[in-house]
């Protein structure tokens, strides 16, 4: 629902002074377990279905986390049951929620998808935060379970004469790229993320910076 209400939001409200909300807690022995091929790169957790735990919602910690970060982030839920490694992947979320602090707060957003219904949880959302000056980026994009695993995503108000340097940003480190403005706006950046064999949402984000001219020797 976060996703869906951010897309008619951030049209007419700043969206690095939005709050962003998460409940979490960790999965226990009483929830059945993933047999699937992609449980072993996932560090699952549940999060309400509605305004009480009466309803939870299975979910990964990285794709919870990384709905909240582009905003004010506000954390609850049971952190004492939480393992070492899952509060280490939170911290990140909230250190790197930090560094971009404010250049979230002056920044606008693209929005690289369709608006849609609240009630529609299909498909993809992706938004693009850019500072006024156009040298940098933010994109963060989500698979909400179902959608094909690879999203192109023409980005915008690029400079077309430039190169930019693009980074997964994620607590795992990720590959870092350059890439021509016209081929980002033209051709897109290209997102893969698998949503596996029981539909789980996954989410990606990426830096996206004007480089440096290079110098001819």
Sequence with gaps: DALRIAQGLFLRFPPGRVGRCAALRAI???????YSEEAGKRIDVITPGGATWTQAVRSDVDFVMSVVTPGVIVLGG????????MLRRIAWYVAFNRRWRRFLAESVVHLLTPVQCLTDRQGWVAFQFQNAGRSVSLVCAYQLGD??????LPLQDLDRGCEYTVRRESPDGGAVER?????LADEGL?????????GLRAAAIFSVRRAPVRRAE
């Design 28 to 34: 226990g022995k009483e929830i059945a377990p993933d």
């Design 78 to 85: 049971d952190f004492i049951g939480i393992p070492e490694e």
């Design 147 to 152: 959608g094909p695993d690879l999203k192109i």
């Design 179 to 183: 890439l021509s403005g016209a081929r």
């Design 190 to 198: 290209p997102v893969r993320l698998s949503s596996g064999y029981h």
